[in-house]
C-alpha cells in the first residue's frame, strides 16, 4: 500500500461484541460551503450517503446554476468516503484536480461550479448493529450494510410504530415492508398494499378510504377501503410521496385518530392496522419544497430505514445473480462469460435489485448474447457474443433496434414495437434516475401510462 493510499482513512469498520454480535462502527465527516451562493451552509454526513447538487431531492442542495441536478455523492464505505461525480456537466474537483472518483483524504477542499466546499472527518462515531442474517423474508444480503438493514428491521417489526422506509425504486422497500408484517405481531392479518404513484389523482382518495354507494358517478355499491379491509393486520402505502396535497390531512387525521371516513359517508369507522409507507423520494426537500406536509411527514417517519441501493454493495451480485438462477431452474454453478460478468459488476443499477434479475432472466432465457444485450434488453445490440450480426439479420436504419425478418409483418412489427418500447424506456428511466413523474414529464406520458408500460416491460 503507497504512503498516499494509506492516509486515507477508513470510513466504517466492523467490531466484535463480548456476546459474539456485530457492530458497523460508522465515522461522521462533515461538509461546509466556503465559497458560492450558499457558503456558511453545513451538512454533517452520517452511516448514510450524501448526494450534492442542484436538484430538490439532493441532500446537500446548491443555488448555484452552474452545479448539476445531481452533481456528486459521497458514500461512507470500509475503504473509506468514496466521492462520485454523478457524471455532472462541468465536473468535480478535489484540491484542484478533476475526479470522477476518489476516496477522500481527512480533509480536503471540493470545487464544483462556482461552489468551494471543505470535507473533514469528524472523530464522532455511529454504531450500527448488524444481524446475524443474510436472508429476511424475500431480502438477501451478506453484506455489512445490508445486515445493518435487517437488524433494524428485526427490532421494528417488534414495535407497532409508523415505518418508513425510503430507497430509490427496485431496492426492494416493498418486500422489506413484507418481511416486517410477517415478523410482526399483526403477521396473522392481512399485508395490503396501494401504490399512490399508480391511481387516478380523482380516485386517490376513495382508494385509501372507501366510499358509499352513490357517492361519485360509477359508485354503484359500498367499497371498504384498506384500512378497514386490514383489520388487525398492515397497510403499506407505496410511493406516499405522490399522495396529493389536499388528501395528507385526511391521512394524517386517519393516523392521529385511527379512524377513516369512506367517501360520501358522514361517519367515521375505527380501525386497527399499521402503516408502512415506502417512497423513492426525498420528502424532507418535498418539505421544504411545500409539496409534503411536515406534520404528515413526522407521524409517518417514527421509525425511518434506508434500502440501499445495489451500487453501493456490488460485492452481492454474483451471489444474487446465482439466487435468481437457480430460482429460475439454472445451474448458479456455471460460470458466466468473462465479458458478461465484468459488464455486471461495473453497471451503475438504476433499476437496482429489480433490474438485475431481469438481466439475469434474459442470462437464463437467451444465453450466448453479448453483455450489452443483457443489459439494455434489446434485440438491437449483438445477436452473438462476439458481437456480430447474425445471417439474414438487419437493423433498423438509424434505430439500433433488429427488424425479425423471419416473421410475418404484422407479427414481426408487434415484436419490434415491444423491444422498441422496452429499449426506450430503459434508457429513459435511467436519465431520469428511476424518477417516474420526471419520466413522465421529458416523454409526455401520463404518470399511470408510465406505470403501465413499465410495470408490461418489467422495468418497475
Given at each position: 500500500m503507497s504512503s498516499e493510499r494509506a492516509r486515507i482513512p477508513a470510513a466504517t469498520r466492523v467490531i466484535q461484541q463480548p456476546d459474539g454480535g456485530r457492530v458497523m462502527v460508522v465515522r461522521k465527516s462533515r461538509l461546509e460551503v466556503l465559497a458560492?451562493?450558499?457558503?456558511?451552509?453545513?451538512h454533517e454526513i452520517g452511516a448514510e450517503p450524501t448526494r450534492v447538487g442542484s436538484g430538490e431531492d439532493c441532500d446537500v442542495v446548491l443555488a448555484d446554476a452552474a452545479v448539476s441536478t445531481h452533481h456528486l455523492e459521497i458514500v461512507p464505505l470500509p475503504d473509506g468516503f468514496l466521492l462520485r461525480d454523478e457524471d455532472s456537466t462541468n465536473g468535480t474537483f478535489v484540491?484542484?484536480?478533476?475526479?470522477?472518483s476518489i476516496y477522500l483524504p481527512a480533509t480536503a477542499t471540493i470545487e464544483l461550479g462556482e461552489t468551494r466546499l471543505s470535507f473533514s472527518i469528524s472523530s464522532e462515531e455511529l454504531e450500527l448493529p448488524l444481524s446475524r442474517r443474510t436472508?429476511?423474508?424475500g431480502l438477501l444480503g451478506h453484506s455489512e450494510v445490508m445486515r445493518a438493514v435487517f437488524a433494524v428491521l428485526e427490532r421494528v417489526a417488534k414495535a407497532d410504530a409508523t415505518l418508513l422506509i425510503e430507497g430509490e425504486s427496485g431496492t426492494g422497500k416493498d418486500v422489506a415492508a413484507r418481511a416486517v408484517h410477517e415478523r410482526s405481531a399483526r403477521s396473522g392479518g392481512l399485508f395490503l398494499a396501494v401504490d399512490c404513484g399508480a391511481i387516478p389523482h380523482g380516485l386517490m382518495e376513495s382508494e385509501l378510504f372507501g366510499h358509499r354507494r352513490g357517492a361519485f358517478t360509477g359508485a354503484t355499491n359500498d367499497r371498504v377501503g384498506p384500512f378497514e379491509a386490514a383489520e388487525g393486520g398492515t397497510v403499506f402505502l407505496d410511493e406516499i410521496g405522490e399522495l396529493p396535497l389536499e388528501l395528507q390531512p385526511k391521512l394524517l387525521r386517519a393516523l392521529e385518530t385511527r379512524t377513516v371516513r369512506r367517501v360520501g359517508d358522514n361517519d367515521t369507522r375505527a380501525f386497527d392496522a399499521r402503516l408502512i409507507a415506502a417512497t423513492n423520494r426525498n420528502l424532507q426537500q418535498e418539505v421544504r419544497a411545500g409539496r409534503f406536509r411536515e406534520d404528515l411527514y413526522f407521524r409517518i417517519s417514527v421509525i425511518r430505514v434506508r434500502m440501499?441501493?445495489?451500487?453501493?454493495?456490488?460485492e452481492e451480485i454474483p451471489r444474487l445473480v446465482a439466487h435468481f438462477l437457480s430460482e429460475l431452474g439454472r445451474d448458479p454453478s456455471e460460470p458466466l462469460p468473462e465479458s458478461v460478468g465484468r459488464a455486471l459488476n461495473s453497471h451503475n443499477w438504476p433499476g437496482n435489485v429489480r433490474e438485475l434479475r431481469n438481466v439475469v432472466e434474459r442470462l437464463a432465457l437467451i444465453p450466448g448474447m453479448s453483455a450489452d444485450y443483457y443489459l439494455d434488453g434489446s434485440a438491437g445490440r449483438a445477436l452473438h457474443g462476439d458481437g456480430s450480426a447474425g445471417e439474414g439479420d438487419e437493423a433498423a436504419?438509424?434505430?439500433?433496434?433488429e427488424v425479425p425478418l423471419d416473421k410475418p409483418f404484422h407479427e414481426g412489427k408487434a415484436q419490434w414495437i415491444e423491444l422498441f418500447e422496452r429499449s426506450y424506456l430503459s434508457r429513459m428511466l435511467d436519465r431520469c434516475e428511476g424518477n417516474i413523474s420526471e419520466l413522465a414529464r421529458v416523454t409526455g406520458l401520463s404518470r399511470q401510462?408510465?406505470?403501465?408500460?413499465?410495470a408490461r416491460h418489467d422495468l418497475v
Open positions: 458560492g451562493p450558499d457558503k456558511g451552509l453545513v484540491d484542484g484536480y478533476r475526479v470522477r436472508k429476511l423474508g440501499p441501493p445495489l451500487r453501493e454493495r456490488r436504419a438509424g434505430g439500433g433496434i401510462s408510465c406505470h403501465r408500460l413499465l
